[in-house]
């Protein structure tokens, strides 16, 4: 369990910042980091525009919202100098090169001059697919040069990888990774994101997909603009007017929440047990909670909206509250937005770089 590491409870209620931010809204998040990070944010732009880059690990357990925030992050300094790259958006990348006959023979001739491992370049290939028949799996080695295969699209950029290390083994990778890709001589640490089990049991046990367009959504925690009700309660209708007001559904097995991935997550607990015990490599630490007694900390506009319905004269009336969850300790807390942990990223980032 995460509580044998503590994750340090950040402050991000600033004096002299009264203004209150819509975080939902992108120009008003962009002048919420702003108002918040200025000299933080100074100091990374100046670093990014003399050539500077970095390699930041994210990690984290399944459901905690790694690329996201990777992803405002690019916001805020432009997609230009910083890359996200995700190993299961790589593994994806290569299912559709192999689709064609002229991108399969491109990937190959790349592993035929990158790559150095124990099995032939056919059988990792047949393993990524999910096609071996003796239960190959992907070896690290070709996971590297697959990584790099992806790098080499993005020159001159900083970068986040997500979902590298994935096992216990690849954790000794990752510590010389700058070494193994020839990436320069970048500054490198792990993001770690500590997010409560119980936030991602919630999310998965809200969430609904439109059986249209698939777009997901939550009834708790992202719903649409159109709520209904009926006999079985409140429920979600999508509102992409080529879905014509289609009701969501919630996908089989997700009522079970965190148990359908336990095992998962119990690896992923393990993997940032062994990263937070490393020594030499700088750690930007990212708690997704604040205990209640410590709410003086943070903005009321940085927690959580929980969204929660009544009826009242044939109309189903949206409201929100502060949502409250446990930690992994056990103690109520507030579930904090995604902005308030990039706030401290790029504080914890500044220090480092």
């Not at 190959?108 to 393993?127: F, T």
């Not at 990774?177 to 809200?206: C, Q, S, T, W």
Request: charged share 35%; with cysteine; proline share 4%.
């Amino acid at each position: 369990m995460m509580g044998r590491h503590k994750f340090p409870v950040y402050k991000t209620k600033i004096k002299g910042v009264k203004q209150s931010f819509d975080l939902a809204d992108r120009g008003q998040r962009l002048d919420y980091f702003r108002a918040k990070g200025k000299a933080s944010i100074a100091k990374i732009e100046d670093y990014l525009n003399k050539g500077g880059t970095f390699v930041g690990f994210l990690m984290g357990k399944k459901g905690s919202g790694k690329g996201t925030r990777a992803k405002i992050f690019a916001d805020i300094f432009g997609r230009e100098k910083i890359a996200h790259i995700g190993i299961g958006d790589i593994v994806r990348l290569v299912h559709e090169e192999l689709e064609t006959e002229e991108g399969k023979k491109e990937l190959v001739e790349y592993l035929k001059q990158d790559y150095r491992g124990y099995i032939s370049i056919e059988k990792g290939i047949e393993a990524i697919l999910g096609r071996s028949q003796d239960r190959v799996s992907v070896p690290d080695e070709l996971m590297l040069s697959l990584i790099k295969w992806e790098i080499d699209k993005h020159e001159g950029k900083a970068l986040f990888i997500d979902g590298f290390p994935r096992t216990l083994d690849q954790v000794s990778y990752s510590l010389y990774f700058r070494d193994l890709m020839g990436y320069r001589d970048d500054p490198d640490f792990f993001v770690l994101v500590d997010v409560p089990e119980g936030v991602i049991d919630a999310r998965i046990k809200n969430r609904v997909v439109c059986p249209e367009c698939k777009a997901p959504r939550g009834l708790s925690f992202m719903p649409t603009k159109l709520v209904g009700c009926d006999e079985k309660g409140f429920y979600l209708m999508c509102d992409n007017p080529e879905c014509r007001k289609a009701r969501m559904m919630s996908k089989e097995g997700d009522d079970k929440g965190i148990e359908s991935i336990r095992s998962r997550l119990d690896d992923d607990g393990a993997l940032l047990d062994k990263a937070f015990s490393l020594h030499g490599v700088p750690k930007v630490l990212l708690r997704n909670s604040v205990p209640l007694d410590d709410k003086s900390l943070v903005d009321e506009y940085e927690i959580t909206p929980e969204f929660y319905y009544e009826e009242k004269d044939e109309k189903v009336i949206t409201k929100t509250r502060p949502w409250v969850v446990k930690d992994d300790d056990g103690v109520d807390s507030y579930s904090l937005l995604p902005e308030p942990n990039v706030l401290v990223m790029i504080e914890q980032i500044a220090e480092i770089l």
